[in-house]
């Protein structure tokens, strides 16, 4: 290694060293000295708090703290507004810019000299057009995003040309956003049920400032939803005065298939029944109508802000249950009035995921599979056993009346074998051996088994869902996908299910976000099955196959007759017939189709004030095929009893339908279009005035169109052939001589509902203590008459809040953390589609076939005076949270009054028709509900308990309904027949059994306590005498939630209960012999029966008026019992993985289920019934689920 010095004359080598030294020193001297000389300014450190002072006084006492000079114009200062600062030991830029903001002043600092000055032109012109925006994201301390957190925005006084406060509210992402301020400094206040407010200062300086609040949960985090959307709105818990129930998070998200599973037993006041089909029933807050719409008493369903159809599909099916993010039901005026005349019956409003900001794609799927065993058939048919049955037709044969046929031959004459072998027997022509033998055969047959084995199915749903989610600071997107199968109670039939959905928001400008969604479902149904309503024509000893395998031939006629007087070699088919090759050969498929598309602009006017312009597209398709080929009785039966039989010389049979299958096929189209413009403004005022206003137009338009093609004859489904008439469509006979008729022309419908409305929501509070809140909606529609006064109807609501924890006497009370008054009254409506303002006529699709002209009939005679129904609700309520928020709840009281009701009315026959439809009943519904809830951490967030309780009871009554007559047939009958002013519209009527009277004839309790024989119907007045058993509607309704986080397993459970109803238990139902008409299992009841306390057998064979009979038992008040029950409806137990296990394989979480539901039923009856599902309906098995969800 080599060194080398610079060499000069007289210079040692030494001094080299010491010069280096030198600079070096010199340079950290100079750089020190400069920068303390630089930093002169910024090092003084200023102190003030003044309010309300002039520019000149601050500028005093800054001179007097740093020793600056100031130098400006008086003329310019003093005109300046006075501020409000409070600074301690700022530097002294900070402190010039905080004093000049918005004063449209400068400055600039000149050694020790500040020079204050006018802004130039360009200056104020840059300062005009160069605002920014605040934004940012509200969070709890996991990352989830918190929806509906007040987020209020402060300026600076300073800020003289700017609003003192705005107001807004994170969407559905956490996300806030306040546009076009102006330079200068911002208090920002975050503040959410359950979570610390939390305040931050922001200066904002040309350009966009974000900010991410991460909330922090008081000790006990609220469990209670604090957020509620009404579909046009989000609404803070806070200053909502109407009545809300909002399903949490962790309900939603377990396995289910439907969102009716999830509104069972979690909603106070709402009651779900399921029919066979497992179509649900919802209803809330009891009953509102009697006759619109067939007695519908479902609420509206809201989805993103539109409603949707309520087709004669299940719409809830339309929603993928994995999509929910929220539900909210809307059950007073405060709440629904905004939907105006459709919210009568309650709303229940959906709101989807979204994607998230700024986050990374998120990859979620879930599997799971469902099954439950078969329905007992038995329980189901409710028939009497294959003995009892053969020994009640051998008992009821050619008694009371009942008699078979004698030997002639009728079509469509189905008769029992047990029958046939007695009538055979009574002509001669079995022996009376060969008759024992024969029911003695009978008896011991059993067909439970094979029904079972070739007719039934286990029902078992399988469903997958995959969602990917993700978004940018400027756009999210969600796209989700579901494939589902289900199996039904019978071999045959299925359905699958496909739904995709996506949605997606983008902030396009800062002054305008886009929304886009999009909702297509694709559901096929093969409908081949057998169901009950067959199965319970079956004699139980009608066996499907035989000992050696072979299909059986299950008689539909009177087989010996037929075999005797029919040439059945001569007819193109056999008249054969078995369930399993009817399902074999057939093909009864129902195809739907539903795409909803949804758009939306926001534009952002100004802090705190927006508009939204929406639209949504509905575009139902429904298409019904059904094929059978000529293996089907169907066919084979149709084309030989439409075939001519000349019986009187050669015996030929000519067939008058083309041989081959059969296909008929329709299709219904249902096309919705909705459009809404709506402003929205939220503004809060000097920190006691916040403003929520909503305003907008809507219209809506559905058309529905049906078609429905001619039957196709002779159809070959693999060469598409279709048959030709043999002998035309029109003018031949069938085997009987009877004229035949055959479809052969196009039939068509249409319909078309329009709307058109204008809404208004808003709401004042004050000191964040007190709320007002009032809406106002008027809907117009083609549905009601076009004078003003009837078309043009208001509905409004009004309510008040009243947060009584806000004030000072109650501020030490450690252990009262919430408690909230409110009181509502206002009015929605309903809207009969069956009724019409104007006559209609229906056109008959093909000319007559004697006069040769088109024809129509009166389908509706018209109502000119047709109106909205209307129903007004008071509504008072508490919430509650006490102990840290560890108890919970609310209890609301209410009174509907439902006007103007559509009522079946009597009218003098010279108008045509006897009764109409016009809008002249009442009836009220009056209730309270209690719902209760805790949250315990028992260990930390290692062991929690959370429960909830809810109890309803709710009372209905007819108010105003004119009937001229009550005559007893009509009471009993239940159902629109039997509704009467002053009763309940469920209300049951019943005759009391009397006995035998002193011929031996049973009698009922009749008027003036007389007895009535059973010989005739009664057509009198029978509010004197029948008996009013009680409300087939339960009117206490419970339900009850628990559940348990043990460190990574989580278990719930929810228990319901229905009290105070009544329902009908079977009922013997005294078939006649000389058909297929058997015995039920009440068989045992009446043989064995105590007759001067229920009504068995009559002991008197020639007794005639028997056939009477089933019209009395059914409508004796000893068949009415307890409908009281309680069930377990769910059990869920589930197991989160942990995550240092998941983590080698790049997963984020995963989820393992197991879940039963309807595991377990008390009732209080002694019939073993249940209430829901009685005897000779389909009870639903208990049900088993196993799952898995994974996060990536």
């Known amino acids: 290694m080599y060194k080398f010095y610079t060499k000069k004359p007289g210079m040692p080598k030494g001094y080299i060293h010491k010069i280096w030294l030198i600079m070096r020193l010199t340079t950290v001297i100079l750089i020190a000295t400069l920068m303390q000389v630089s930093a002169a300014g910024f090092a003084q ?97 996991t990352g989830a995003p918190l929806v509906g957190a007040t987020v209020t925005l402060q300026a600076s006084e300073q800020l003289s040309n700017v609003s003192n406060n705005y107001v807004s509210q994170t969407d559905e992402f956490g996300e806030f956003k306040f546009s076009n301020l102006p330079s200068g400094q911002y208090k920002l206040t975050v503040s959410y049920i359950g979570y610390l407010t939390q305040q931050t200062y922001v200066i904002i300086k040309n350009k966009d400032v ?79 109508t009697l006759y619109a719409n067939n007695g519908n008493n479902e609420p509206l369903l809201v989805v993103d802000g539109f409603a949707i159809r309520n087709t004669s599909l299940n719409y809830f099916n339309s929603i993928n249950p994995s999509d929910i993010e929220s539900v909210t039901v809307l059950k007073d005026a405060a709440a629904a009035s905004i939907w105006g005349a459709r919210a009568a019956n309650g709303v229940i409003v959906v709101t989807t995921k979204k994607g998230g900001r700024n986050t990374p794609l998120k990859v979620e799927f879930s599997a799971f599979t469902r099954f439950s065993p078969q329905f007992n058939v038995g329980y189901a048919t409710g028939l009497a056993s294959s003995a009892e049955t053969v020994d009640y037709e051998r008992l009821s044969f050619n008694k009371w009346g009942a008699y078979p046929n004698s030997g002639s031959f009728y079509e469509n004459y189905r008769t029992s074998e047990a029958t046939v072998a007695l009538n055979e027997n009574r002509l001669g022509l079995l022996s009376n051996d060969q008759l024992s033998a024969r029911l003695a055969q009978l008896k011991t047959l059993d067909n439970r088994s094979q029904i079972s084995d070739y007719l039934l199915s286990n029902p078992s749903t399988t469903q ?19 494939a589902e199968q289900n199996h039904t109670n019978f071999k045959g039939s299925d359905n699958k299910k496909y739904s995709v959905n996506y949605r997606t928001t983008a902030n396009v400008f800062k002054w305008l976000d886009v929304y886009a969604s999009t909702t297509l479902n694709y559901q096929k149904s093969n409908n081949n099955g057998i169901g009950l309503y067959y199965l319970k024509s079956l004699s139980p000893y009608e066996m499907l196959e035989n000992s050696d395998g072979t299909l059986t031939d299950i008689h539909q006629y009177y087989q010996p007759i037929l075999d005797r007087t029919v040439p059945l070699s001569k007819f193109p088919y056999s008249f054969s017939y078995n369930p399993i090759q009817e399902i074999a050969n057939q093909s009864i498929t129902e195809n739907n189709l539903t795409a909803r598309v949804q758009a939306g602009l926001t534009f952002k006017i100004l802090p705190g004030l927006t508009f939204d312009s929406k639209v949504q597209y509905e575009n139902l398709s429904l298409v019904d095929k059904g094929y059978r080929n000529d293996q089907t009785f169907y066919v084979r039966n149709l084309v030989n009893t439409t075939s001519s039989w000349n019986q009187t010389l050669t015996g030929n049979v000519t067939p008058n339908l083309p041989l081959g299958g059969i296909l008929d096929q329709s299709r219904t189209t249902i096309e919705t279009y909705n459009i809404r413009n709506q402003a929205n403004f939220t503004r809060m005022f000097a920190d006691k005035h916040e403003i929520n206003v909503v305003a907008g137009v809507e219209v809506n338009n559905a058309v529905t169109q049906s078609s429905t093609n001619p039957t196709t004859y002779g159809y070959n489904e693999n060469t598409l052939n279709v048959g030709n008439f043999p002998n035309g469509p029109t003018g031949t006979t069938g085997w009987y001589g009877y004229g035949n008729y055959f479809n052969y022309t196009n039939s068509f419908g249409y319909s078309t509902r329009r709307f058109y409305s ?57 252990w009262l953390n919430r408690l909230n008054l409110r009181a509502t009254y206002g009015y929605t409506g309903n809207v009969d589609n069956f009724t019409s303002p104007y006559t209609l006529l229906s056109y008959n699709t093909r000319a007559d076939n004697y006069t040769k002209d088109y024809t129509a009939t009166i389908a509706d005679n018209g109502n000119p005076t047709l109106t909205w129904e209307k129903t007004g609700t008071f509504n008072l309520g508490l919430d509650y949270a006490l ?166 397993f989580n278990l719930s459970f929810i228990l319901i209960a229905k009290f ?45 008026s028997y056939g009477n009979w089933i019209g ?76 898995i969800k994974v996060e990536l």
Not at 1169 to 1185: C, L, M, V
Request: glycine letters at 8%; aromatic letters at 10%; proline letters at 4%.
């Open 464 to 482: 997958y869902d995959l969602t990917l989610s993700g978004g940018t600071n400027r756009m999210n997107n969600i796209i989700s996908i579901l």
């Open 210 to 288: 974000r900010q991410r609040i991460i909330m922090s949960t008081e000790q006990t985090r609220l469990s209670t939803v604090t957020v509620v959307n009404n579909g046009y709105q989000q609404i803070s818990a806070e200053r909502a005065t109407g009545s809300f129930d909002l399903l949490k998070k962790s309900q939603i998200e377990k396995l289910n298939q439907s969102l009716t599973e999830r509104l069972v037993g979690t909603v106070a006041g709402m009651q779900v029944k399921y029919d066979v089909d497992g179509t649900p029933n919802i209803q809330i807050r009891g009953q509102t």
């Open 883 to 1048: 102990f840290g928020n560890k108890l919970y709840g609310k209890i609301d009281v209410y009174n509907k009054k439902g006007k103007d009701l559509l009522a079946q009315i009597a009218i003098p026959s010279v108008n045509g028709v006897s009764v109409q439809r016009f809008n002249n009943a009442g009836m009220t519904n009056k209730g309270i509900e209690v719902t209760l809830g805790t949250v315990i951490p028992l260990k930390g967030n290692d062991i929690v308990w959370n429960g909830s309780f809810n109890a309803s009871y709710n009372k209905t009554r007819i108010t105003k309904l004119f009937n001229p007559s009550s005559p007893a047939y009509a009471l009993v009958s239940t159902g629109q027949g039997s509704y009467r002013e002053g009763y309940d519209p469920n209300a049951v009527f019943a005759f009391e059994y009397a006995g035998l009277d002193n011929t031996g004839n049973p009698t009922v309790v009749g008027p003036n306590g007389t007895k009535l024989q059973l010989s005739n119907f009664p057509s009198m007045d029978g509010l004197g005498f029948l008996k009013n058993v009680g409300t087939l509607n339960p009117p206490y309704i419970l339900g009850m939630t628990n559940s348990f986080k043990i460190y990574d």
């Open 45 to 141: 450190r200023v102190t003030l708090n003044q309010k309300r002072a002039s520019l000149e006084k601050i500028f005093r006492e800054i001179h007097t703290q740093t020793g600056y000079d100031f130098l400006y114009n008086r003329a310019i200062i003093s005109k300046k507004q006075p501020i409000n600062i409070s600074v301690k030991d700022e530097g002294l830029e900070s402190v010039l810019q905080k004093c000049l903001d918005g004063q449209s002043l400068e400055y600039s600092i000149e050694d020790k000299m500040v020079v204050i000055k006018e802004k130039s032109m360009i200056n104020k012109v840059e300062a005009f057009f160069d605002k920014a925006n605040i934004s940012g994201s509200v969070v709890d301390s």
């Open 1060 to 1104: 105070g109803g009544v329902f009908k238990s079977q009922y013997f139902n005294y078939p006649q012999s000389g058909s297929v008409n058997l015995p039920n299992s009440k068989l045992s009841s009446v043989l064995n029966g105590d007759p001067s306390k229920m009504l068995t057998l009559p002991t008197d064979p020639n007794t005639y």
């Open 1112 to 1187: 009395y038992y059914p409508y004796l008040s000893y068949n009415y019992v307890s409908a009281n029950l309680a069930r377990l409806q769910e059990v869920n137990l589930s197991y989160n993985v942990p995550k240092q296990l998941l983590s080698k394989l790049s997963i984020h979480g995963a989820q393992l289920i197991l879940q039963g539901n309807n595991l377990y039923t008390v009732l209080a009856n002694k019939t073993g019934e249940d209430p829901e599902y009685p005897i000779g309906t389909i009870k639903p098995r208990a049900q088993y689920t196993f799952g």
């Open 758 to 814: 204008m809404f208004a929501n808003a709401s004042y509070t004050y000191l964040s203590k007190y709320t007002l809140s009032g809406s106002y909606r008027t809907d117009a529609s083609n549905l009601i008459a076009k004078e003003p006064k009837y078309r043009y109807s208001p509905f409004y609501s009004i309510g008040l809040g009243y947060d009584v924890t806000k004030e000072s006497f109650l501020k030490n009370v450690s």
